[in-house]
T-cell receptor, first 109, second 113 residues
Framework: KNEVEQSPQNLTAQEGEFITINCSYS?????LHWLQQHPGGGIVSLFM???GKKKHGRLIATINIQEKHSSLHITASHPRDSAVYIC???????????FGGGTRVLVKP | DTEVTQTPKHLVMGMTNKKSLKCEQH?????MYWYKQKAKKPPELMFV???????INESVPSRFSPECPNSSLLNLHLHALQPEDSALYLC????????????FGPGTRLTVL
């Protein structure tokens, strides 16, 4: 079993819908990262969390350390949100991230 | 400047060629990374440099040879690659230590014929 699991693997939404992506991990972590990758493109860091909740524009990330679970929410989704969203954890092992398998999001107009 | 740049954007090479990928950042980051990413898969860590010294090598074949000539530059020298090495190669940088955001470059898409 992978140390970091994401669900769903694929998600299709209509423009304007609320989207939730989940990430569960089975190891002790010092921080959790949410990353975004557009098709054929580089990766952008969206959030780094060690507790609680963070918000940036229409994106909200939460983490529950006791339950080893994090969620990324996209409010009022837009076609430009179509991308792969990747959860990665920092196990305090010296600059090394462990990645989930990614969630491919398609937002239709 | 919060950008990591990579050159070239695309590279096609034969199995007998020698080529190099380049990565540059001017954010004062002292940790730099090479990742390999196959289609529809998450990135796989290849190498980490901390303070210009190789700190992590994830059992990468010797046909990939990293080099960190100074704190802003990271190279990946390629020699005698195989077709299965075709992938997107991503460079990233961060502050040294845990719990630091990594900044990624746009990647070099490598095709080995």
């Amino acid at each position: 079993k992978n140390e970091v699991e994401q669900s769903p693997q694929n998600l299709t939404a209509q423009e304007g819908e609320f989207i939730t992506i989940n990430c569960s991990y089975s190891v002790g972590i010092s921080a959790l990262h949410w990353l975004q990758q557009h098709p054929g493109g580089g990766i952008v860091s969206l959030f780094m969390l060690s507790s609680g909740k963070k918000k940036h524009g229409r994106l909200i990330a939460t983490i529950n350390i006791q339950e080893k679970h994090s969620s990324l929410h996209i409010t009022a989704s837009h076609p430009r949100d179509s991308a792969v969203y990747i959860c990665a954890v920092d196990k305090a092992a010296g600059n090394k991230l462990t990645f989930g398998g990614g969630t491919r999001v398609l937002v239709k107009p | 400047d919060t950008e990591v740049t990579q050159t070239p954007k695309h590279l096609v090479m034969g199995m007998t060629n020698k080529k190099s990928l380049k990565c540059e950042q001017h954010m004062g980051h002292r940790a730099m990374y090479w990742y390999k990413q196959k289609a529809k898969k998450p990135p796989e860590l290849m190498f980490v440099y901390s303070y210009e010294k190789l700190s992590i090598n994830e059992s990468v074949p010797s046909r990939f040879s990293p080099e960190c000539p100074n704190s802003s530059l990271l190279n990946l020298h390629l020699h005698a690659l195989q077709p299965e090495d075709s992938a997107l190669y991503l460079c990233a940088s961060s502050q040294v230590g845990d719990n630091n955001e990594q900044f990624f470059g746009p990647g070099t898409r490598l095709t080995v014929l």
